[in-house]
């Protein structure tokens, strides 16, 4: 029986399409024509055997089998550019400063990491997980050389827009929330320590909603947040990424609360041109953060396949 060869440059096309959640975005990342996409696109069919997408109203969703090729797809091509890097870029050697939210630290930090030691044995990185304010701080005085940060407004001088995250109300994960609209009372809020960017989006958006609330546990970490919220002792305020087991968003309404607004997500460099290493760190740090939203965002549906 003869295999199949899945070709790298059509898994890309297909990867990035998903990626950007619209082929023709795809095609103007990738330097090709719309239809040269579809050709593409028609050939992994082809050699799939199967339909891996299927119709969304008036675009393009996965079938069962396309979410299966797209998880294999962004493994090969990882695999793929891991060993281009490491073969070309053997001597690759220095120092890099990264900062990150805690929000990151167990899901795109190793995997950067990993990635990053193996193709670059001679690197060192230094990783720092701190609060917003301090990352932007720090990057602004040269004291790292990259943040991946929730945006506040705040523009630097080398910084790019990674994409918008959609704020969620957070409750423990079994059971009601203990909390409801209906009962009169205060919503009890666990938050971070101030300045924190969701914890001003939570009750601004309780105060326009009129529903009165109160500060039942505030925290200098993300891990005693969890454990608070796990416990029963708050409602709180995060995004999809790096929510552990023990917790788990409400659905949208649920108890009364209101709507919230989507927060961005920033890369700050402390210098335009940077060294190889930096970029090489940045760049896989993009790759990662952007399978991380995907994951965490799923692409309902696709236009201009």
């Known amino acids: 029986m003869r295999k199949t060869n899945f070709d790298l440059d059509v898994l ?35 050699q799939a055997g199967t339909p891996i997408f299927r119709k969304a109203g ?25 060993a281009v890097a490491a073969i070309q870029s053997v001597e690759l050697e220095g120092w890099v400063r990264l900062g990150l939210q805690e929000d ?3 899901t795109v930090l190793p995997d950067v990491l990993g990635r990053f030691a193996r193709a670059h044995p001679r690197v060192r990185i230094e990783a720092r997980v701190v609060r917003n304010v301090e990352l ?67 009750t601004n958006a309780l105060d326009r909603a009129n529903i009165p609330w109160r500060l039942s ?31 788990r968003a409400l659905a949208p309404g649920a108890a009364g609360l209101p709507p919230l607004p989507s927060l961005g997500l920033m890369l700050h460099r402390a210098e335009a041109d940077a060294d190889a290493a930096t970029a090489r760190l940045a760049s896989l740090v993009l790759q990662s953060v952007r399978e991380e939203l995907v994951n965490a965002v799923p692409v309902k549906g696709l236009v201009g396949g």
Request: with cysteine.
């Open 217 to 247: 546990f505030v925290s200098p970490s993300l891990g005693g947040l969890w454990a608070a919220t796990a416990a029963g002792l708050g409602i709180t305020i995060r995004t999809p990424i790096g929510l552990p087991s023990k917790v």
């Open 58 to 82: 008036r675009g393009l969703a996965l079938t069962e089998a396309g979410e299966t090729m797209l998880a294999y797809a962004r493994r090969l091509l990882e695999l793929n550019d891991e």
């Open 136 to 202: 932007i701080e720090r990057v602004t005085t040269g004291k790292l050389d990259l943040a991946l940060a929730w945006s506040n407004g705040t523009v630097t001088a080398h910084c790019e827009a990674i994409g918008e995250v959609p704020m969620q109300w957070i409750g423990p994960a079994s059971g009601p929330s203990g909390w409801s609209a209906e009962s009169g009372e205060p919503l009890p809020l666990a938050s971070l320590e101030a300045p924190c960017l969701l914890r001003t989006a939570a």
């Open 104 to 106: 990151f630290g167990e």
């Open 12 to 46: 890309r096309t297909f990867a990035t399409g998903m990626e950007l959640g619209n082929f023709a975005k795809a095609s103007e990342r990738l330097g090709r024509s719309t239809s040269a996409v579809s050709a593409q696109l028609k050939k992994l069919e082809e």
